[in-house]
């Protein structure tokens, strides 16, 4: 009869620290995803945006200064032409860009507080701990849709300012060129 008492409470530890043990998991990957926000939300942080509307209006000024005042032929340059458009996107590019990086910053600090209410949860035992892997999951997936984001946001404003440093000399001198 002790023998079997005696495995009985060896086989609820052994479960319990399983339990343990798949508890600390889930809490060390909130950990690494609440690491992984604090760098998204860094890595918003850093890249410049203080002139993203001083650009948008240059390029829809210079546009509106081209179209009022150009007079040569339109549809057989097509140097020209494709220049230009290729200036108009950064208008449209950093519209689209700004767009993004609002959601993505309204987003962080809404995901912060899920992993923190997650971490509550799991730490105090709330709710089915069955489902714990499942909650850990969807956090994950959120982080990783919040990391995407915030990495087109970075590479879509640097091609754009890239491509509006390149363009401006240009558009710049084809003004210069125009009758008022």
Not at 42 to 47: G, L, S
Request: glycine share 4%; aromatic share 4%.
């Amino acid at each position: 009869m002790k023998r079997i008492l005696l495995a009985g409470l060896t086989l609820t530890l052994a479960l319990i620290s399983c339990k343990d043990q798949e508890i600390e998991k889930h809490l060390n990957e909130i950990t690494k995803m609440e690491t992984s926000v604090d760098n998204i939300e860094a890595r918003m942080a850093a890249i410049p945006d203080d002139s993203n509307g001083i650009m948008v209006s240059t390029v829809r000024n210079d546009l509106l200064t081209i179209k009022k005042h150009y007079t040569g032929p339109d549809t057989t340059n097509i140097a020209l032409g494709s220049m230009l458009t290729k200036y108009k996107s950064v208008r449209k590019t950093i519209g689209k860009a700004t767009k993004m990086k609002t959601k993505v910053e309204k987003a962080l600090p809404e995901e912060r507080e899920q992993l923190k209410n997650l971490q509550h949860d799991i730490t105090e035992g709330v709710n089915n701990r069955e489902e714990y892997p499942l909650y850990v999951m969807k956090e994950k997936t959120n982080v990783a849709q919040l990391d995407t984001m915030s990495l087109l946001y970075e590479r879509s404003i640097t091609e754009t300012r890239n491509i509006y440093y390149t363009l401006k000399p240009k558009v710049d001198s084809l003004i210069s060129t125009l009758e008022f």
